[in-house]
């Protein structure tokens, strides 16, 4: 039985359909999950921040480090700079990774949200 089409032959260019089109897929083939995903992320949602989220946990939950943290940094950088999901999944994302010092995480979070200046009204 089939669901639903493939997104891309509808010209789908939101997230939410192709975030379900991929949870279907991954459990029953996980190479086509991968390959829609990187099309969802490469052509078809490639400016939408919460799209190259999903992308980057995708990414990391089948062990693409490198490529998970580079959706990470397009996000932070480009995309959405100080957007606060981003950047709280960014350094979680770390934390798994190689942090575990506190130290490191506040550097993190400084990072990508610059405190505001407190010079007054």
Known sequence: ??????PSLNGCVCA??????I?????REP???KNAMLRA???????????????ARFLERHGDIAAARAAYELV??????????AVLACANFERRQVC????????????YLPLPDTDGP
């Open 100 to 111: 575990h010092s506190g130290t490191t995480l506040y550097l993190h979070y400084t990072y």
């Open 31 to 33: 190479e086509a999950a």
């Open 23 to 27: 949870r279907f897929l991954e459990p």
């Open 16 to 21: 939410d359909f192709w975030a379900r089109y």
């Open 1 to 6: 039985m089939v669901l639903w089409d493939d």
């Open 76 to 85: 932070l950088s480009k995309l959405a700079p100080g957007l606060v999901s």
């Open 41 to 55: 992320q490469g052509i078809h949602c490639k400016v939408q921040p919460e799209m190259q989220l999903l992308a």
